[in-house]
């Protein structure tokens, strides 16, 4: 029964030395000294921010892109027990001994290490030389720019991890595919790409561009299977549900869940709530959920309401009125109404109050029961406190003579009657029949007589409007824009009938008992287009570069300056590494231009696997490089040098691989051989002796003398700062 105990139990495993000294290698080499400097370096002003945020629970958005990658900046935050109590306020400020900094840039530090074996791993599945495979990992290993970049809370490495992830990943399955179609590894690697892809787009939407590179290069493997006989129909269409599961069902699942994550995290109203909805802001705790809960839902006649308008630019705002009048004559020469002016006011103020009011009788309080406005009713919009009625006539805007001037009537017994009904157009309606409902419903008012749309203009008044900004009456109101919609926020059902118990009303805070909850999918849909419409005014930086600056490292990045020695930091690539691979990929395409021609006339210099393995690689590399740089010059945003890492990467992936394909099949002598090797070694010490020189500023120590520092500026366009004496 216990015979299996005569023989000892053996594991055998497998090691990859190389793969386990590249791995302590590459952790050495982005852990060592992390905690330095105790001070904001750069960008770490700007996402620290949000880590602080995070650890708040306080809601953000911000416009770079989604939430994961700031959610695993902050995890780190998290596991290091920051409470997220510190000012990011200035690059170089000391911090404080409540901010855990080894824990806060552990993780992009672990990405960083981690994509040295990644880039082993890519070229031994791309079928190339453990040697070559090797040599991309000790290029990734020495290069100064992605060492700086992965030792300070930043998210590039973590980009570029999931990115190299991605492709490892990919290449495995799809070396699977040839001999062990639907096995477990095939599905774990599989898998791993489409989430992987995804983590990518996640952390930054430039993960985007290897993302579509991957499926492009998916979607021509798969076209190659369709031309395979030996494949059933059935085969082929498991083949492609399978693909399409993982590379973009699951990608966008994931995708979801991230801002699922975000937003379950952050449930408290903060600074930036301000530009989402009132719907949006109402469903995080405080903030104006505090002034709106337990509103009355639906708005009924003889309401007292808010109106803010959805476009929230150039700032939030609300329907406005006070008792000064529009000036009679312009300062253009031109005439006015000289009624109540009707503006956009940016701030809560009891000016802001509106009455709802049926036409058709004179009472400005609710029926018991209420009675509820619907889509299409004819309105009257009474201003709480002057009790003037919202009015529009064909008499210019102040600043936009296009259109109509809005006002509160006056009556001068002059011939200019009273225009003052309006019909609600609840623009968001599921059916024509919905009721007018607080903070979800967007409307539009119609107006009755000119069929003019009551809308923010976004200009702003002049000194006699108090620079408010002016609402109009836009006749030619075809197609929906936000500017002419509007949305209920505070709400209250009005009691009282005279004015002065009115205004004591108006005054007081709302509180009745209802509540209103956005869905998941409500509060994505409206969180993603923010992030993807929201434009910060993008101001030339100091360090802001183009493109064109990036493939010959024409500039470079100070990130920290010690206060008092010349202990620096700055983003600076290794010289021989950036040109040997922008040599590299120029060396790559000549030959492959040569080759294609040569094809064409039917004469093959290298055998036909070679040659497949050559476009195969490129595809893979030159590809990368060109998805992750060419966009940029296409964008107007600010740029600046570590934008161009990921491209870098698989432009340095490509290094190793055109060497051993220059020493394979031009080489053809063993002399040109050993000479040609002798180079790669001469070369590769160059690259070790530069990445030495740097290392001062890549790591920040030991400090330098100023002749030191003047000898490392190798270009007029580097800026290295040398302190006055």
Not at 2 to 16: M, R
Not at 117 to 144: D, K, R, T, W
Request: glycine fraction near 6%; proline fraction near 4%; charge should be neutral.
């Amino acid at each position: 029964m216990l015979g299996f105990l005569k023989n000892p139990v053996v594991i055998t495993a497998e090691i990859n030395m190389n793969l386990m000294a590249l791995i302590v290698m590459g952790l050495i080499s982005r852990l060592w000294g992390l905690s330095y400097p105790r001070a904001v370096v750069f960008d770490e002003v700007y996402y620290g921010q949000f880590v602080s945020l995070y650890m708040k629970r306080i809601f953000f958005v911000d416009d770079s892109g989604p939430p994961f990658g700031h959610m695993l900046l902050a995890l780190g935050g998290y596991l290091g027990g920051f409470d997220g109590n510190f000012l990011w306020n200035r690059i170089g400020a000391e911090y404080s001994m409540n901010v855990p900094v080894w824990s806060l840039r552990l993780l992009p530090a672990l990405a960083g290490a981690l994509c040295v074996p990644l880039a082993y791993q890519i070229l031994v599945e791309l079928q190339f030389s453990h040697c070559a495979a090797l040599g991309a990992a000790l290029l990734v290993l020495l290069e100064n720019s992605l060492i700086t970049q992965s030792r300070f809370m930043l998210l590039e490495s973590i980009l570029i991890f999931f990115i190299l992830l991605a492709v490892l990943s990919y290449l495995k399955f799809y070396n699977l595919q040839r001999h062990s179609s639907f096995s477990g590894s095939w599905w774990v690697w599989l898998l791993l790409t489409g989430v992987a892809c995804s983590c990518a787009v996640g952390v930054k939407y430039m993960g985007l561009f290897t993302y579509m590179l991957l499926l492009a290069v998916a979607g021509l493997h798969f076209w190659h299977m369709i031309g395979d006989q030996n494949l059933s129909n059935v085969s082929l269409m498991c083949h492609f549900l399978a693909r399409g599961l993982a590379l973009i069902i699951i990608p966008v699942a994931m995708y979801l869940s991230f801002f699922y994550v975000h937003l379950t995290l952050l449930y408290r109203s903060g600074p930036h709530d301000q530009i989402m909805t009132s719907a949006f802001q109402a469903s995080l705790e405080g903030g104006l959920a505090r002034i709106t809960q337990g509103q009355p839902l639906e708005v009924a006649y003889g309401s007292q309401i808010t109106l803010r308008n959805v476009l929230g630019k150039p700032v939030q705002c609300w329907l406005h009125s006070h008792k000064n009048t529009y000036p009679i004559r312009y300062e253009n020469g031109r005439g006015s109404s000289h009624q109540q002016q009707v503006t956009c006011y940016p701030f809560k103020d009891v000016n802001n109050w509106w009455i709802v009011k049926d036409p058709g009788m004179q009472q400005l309080v609710v029926s018991n029961p209420p009675r509820p406005v619907r889509h299409g009713h004819i309105v009257q919009l009474v201003h709480g406190i002057t009790t003037r009625y919202l009015n529009t006539h064909d008499v210019a805007a102040p600043l936009s003579p296009h259109s109509q001037e809005v006002s509160c009537y006056i009556d001068y017994n002059i011939s200019m009657p009273a225009q003052n009904l309006w019909r609600v157009e609840i623009v968001n309606r599921e059916s024509d029949t919905d009721v007018w409902k607080t903070i979800l419903s967007e409307v539009r008012f119609v107006h009755v007589n000119t069929s003019a749309v009551l809308k923010l203009s976004g200009a702003s008044l002049p000194e006699w409007g108090y620079r408010q900004l002016e609402v109009v009456g836009e006749k030619l109101s075809k197609g929906y824009h936000q500017s002419m919609v509007w949305n209920v926020e505070e709400h209250r059902y009005g009691k009282s009938q005279e004015q002065k118990e009115r205004e004591v009303e108006l005054h007081s805070p709302t509180q009745m008992d209802i509540s209103k909850n956005l869905s998941f999918m409500a509060k994505f849909t409206e969180l993603q287009w923010k992030i993807l419409t929201l434009k910060n005014e993008d101001t030339e930086h100091k360090y802001s570069s183009s493109a064109l600056d990036w493939i010959t490292m024409d500039t470079n990045i100070a990130y920290w300056l010690h206060p008092t020695s010349g202990a620096q930091i700055h983003l600076l690539g290794n010289v021989v590494t950036w040109t040997s691979a922008n040599v590299a990929a120029l060396v790559y395409m000549c030959l492959s231009l040569w080759y294609l021609i040569r094809r064409r006339r039917k004469i093959y210099d290298i055998p036909e696997e070679a040659w497949q393995l050559w476009v195969s690689a490129g595809g893979i590399c030159v590809g990368g490089w060109a998805v992750n740089y060419l966009p940029f010059f296409l964008m107007e945003k600010t740029l600046f040098l570590y934008h161009y890492l990921p491209a870098l990467t698989f432009q340095i992936l490509l290094v190793p691989i055109v060497l051993q394909h220059l020493s394979d099949h031009l080489c053809r002598s063993l002399l040109l051989k050993s000479m040609f090797s002798a180079l790669i070694v001469a070369w590769f010490s160059s690259v070790y002796l530069v990445y030495c020189t740097f290392s001062p500023v890549t790591y920040g120590e030991p400090s330098l003398s100023v002749t030191e520092l003047k000898d490392l500026r190798w270009k007029d366009s580097w800026n290295i700062l040398i302190r006055k004496q």
